[in-house]
């Protein structure tokens, strides 16, 4: 029998399969599905230290094998999180990420003290958030912004911290680099990609703030590159995600050089894909005779 | 709710690109509840919302208009072919604490959901049902044999009366309004149903990728904040929609 335990960033994952920010709400209405405790963990919502009810007009469209969103970070707010959804969260017997954004640097700081506070396993810092006090640039473009951001708040945070690369970065390997100097404990990417969608008969972008993030299966070689890149570059761990739909896909993550993987819009397509995947990762490594998914990591 | 692998047993054209499709289920289902339908190949990614036109023998019915490739997609599944269903998802009518006398409304593929609806209703319901034309009539023999009485409204008055169907109805005869169909449409019924003191309550289509909650792709703003479409409804009281 295969072992699937992932040890990373001073955690037991019981297997490398997370599922993905925003494409998993706070697991209760998966868990009217399946047991949600089979997975290796879940990275929550999208936080941001208050509550958004996101963005006007269309918030989705699909594109030949993916899909654009532009939901704008609508959540309930940290402090809604730790008092209604974390302790059912913490009920299923997995890994528990915050997904924390924010923007500006004193968002960050007041979400990470309040939930360095709770029993919550892994802060995934999303740094694709516009940074008002730059222009609007987001923080995780500029490998320098992001190394300061990461920096200052390692050293207040005490979590484990994954940082949630964009796949916007100017350089994707420098990226990883600063924040692995920063502190950071793991990285995960690829966030969505920026795209654009235009409607030729209204003659406008089909999303009110006219950009919107690309996910999905045609977003997936482009997510294995960022990944090899990444995981050449640094020492801790990587977590891949962007398009996963098979276990097949797991593997090459895996082989790109992933420690963990994340499903996202693959839950959206059939509810139940992490439960084939976790099985059929089982399946795959047996059949191989893989005996631990060391063997193949990063071999490309 | 749950996904499966569902078997075809019939799906086929019964009116201008409008479809009958009847998959094997086994589960109960409210009126009012939609499945995510997907094929099996790839050919598109997301499944497709789709409400429930009738329910019995351990099958499901949908009427579905080909609008896009999915649904087009979807046209071309014979019997014995399988897809991939999951549902039933959302709140559907609440038809157990109804008293008196229910008006259903319907306009083009908005009627499609109003069937099992009217069924659970029996004879309590009027059906009040408008097209753009003849041809794009459907469904209409089934809704009178459950309905007290249907009135069919064309644009053109191609076949029944002539006009908006929102214009033929006598609202203070009636206890509750349930409807589905354009939004404009169901602006103009919310709003008499307003003036004349009638409850209501509409069944919303969105725009949703995940169909259970937690994409928030499908919002609708409501007096108590955004809510979800597939989760909180598709069915709203007027009361609650802003």
């Known amino acids: 029998m295969a072992n699937l335990k992932i040890n990373a960033m001073g955690l037991e994952f019981k297997n490398p399969v997370l599922t993905a920010s925003g494409t998993y709400g706070f697991g209760e209405e998966f868990s009217e599905i399946y047991d949600v405790s089979i997975l290796g963990g879940i990275c929550s919502k999208g936080l941001t230290l208050n509550g958004r009810s996101g963005n006007t007009g269309i918030r989705l469209w699909e594109t030949p094998m993916g899909l654009m969103n532009s939901i704008g970070l609508q959540n309930p707010g940290v402090d809604s999180f730790i008092k209604h959804e974390l302790p059912r969260m913490k009920s299923y017997n997995t890994i528990i990420a915050a997904n924390l954004g924010g923007h500006c640097d004193e968002d960050y700081y007041e979400g990470i003290y309040k939930l360095n506070e709770t029993d919550v396993d892994l802060i995934e810092l999303n740094i694709s958030c516009p940074n008002v006090k730059s222009g609007g640039m987001a923080f995780g473009i500029k490998s320098s912004v992001a190394y300061d951001i990461v920096s200052k708040l390692r050293k207040i945070c005490k979590k484990p911290l994954m940082v949630k690369l964009s796949p916007n970065a100017e350089n994707i390997s420098e990226m990883a680099i600063a924040c692995e100097a920063a502190g950071a404990d793991g990285i995960s990417l690829i966030n969505t990609l920026q795209a654009l969608a235009i409607d030729i008969k209204k003659r406008r972008a089909v999303f009110d703030n006219i950009y919107a993030g690309l996910s999905g299966p045609c977003v997936k070689p482009i997510a294995l590159r960022m990944v090899r890149d990444a995981a050449k570059s640094v020492k801790i761990p990587v977590c891949g995600l962007g398009g996963i739909m098979s276990a097949d896909d797991v593997i090459e993550f895996i082989m790109a050089g992933a420690t963990l993987v994340q499903i996202g819009t693959g839950n959206f397509i059939k509810p139940d894909t992490a439960v084939d995947i976790i099985n059929n990762l089982s399946e795959y490594m047996d059949k191989e005779g893989i005996k631990s998914l060391d063997e193949i990591r990063g071999i490309i | ?242």
């Open chain 2, 1 to 242: 709710m749950k996904v499966v692998k569902s078997r075809i047993r019939e799906n086929i054209k019964i009116s201008n690109r409008i479809h009958r499709l009847t998959c094997e289920f086994t589960g109960d289902i409210k009126p009012g509840q939609f499945f995510m339908l997907k094929t099996l190949d790839n050919s598109f990614l997301l499944p497709r919302p789709i409400s429930v036109n009738d329910s019995c023998d351990n099958t499901v019915t949908f009427l579905y208009r080909t609008e896009g490739k999915g649904t087009t997609k979807i046209s071309t599944l014979r019997e014995d072919d399988e897809l991939q269903l999951f549902g039933p998802l959302g709140n559907g009518f609440a038809i157990d604490s109804l008293d008196g006398k229910t008006a259903v409304v319907g306009g083009g593929i908005g009627i499609a959901p109003l069937l099992y609806l009217v069924k659970a209703l029996g004879k309590k319901a009027d059906v009040y049902l408008g097209f753009k034309d003849s041809e794009n009539v459907y469904l209409v023999e089934e809704f009178r044999k459950y309905a007290d009485k249907t009135i069919v409204v064309t644009e053109d008055g191609s076949d029944g009366e002539k006009g908006f169907v929102t214009d033929f109805i006598s609202y203070k005869e009636y206890e509750t309004v349930m409807t589905c169909g354009p939004e404009i449409m169901m602006n103009k019924i919310v709003k008499n149903c307003l003036e004349n003191n009638v409850k209501c309550y509409v069944s919303l289509e969105r725009r949703m990728a995940c169909g259970m909650g937690v994409c928030l792709g499908c919002t609708v703003e409501t007096k108590s904040g955004n809510k979800r479409a597939c989760k909180d409804g598709p069915v709203f009281s007027s009361e609650e929609l802003i």
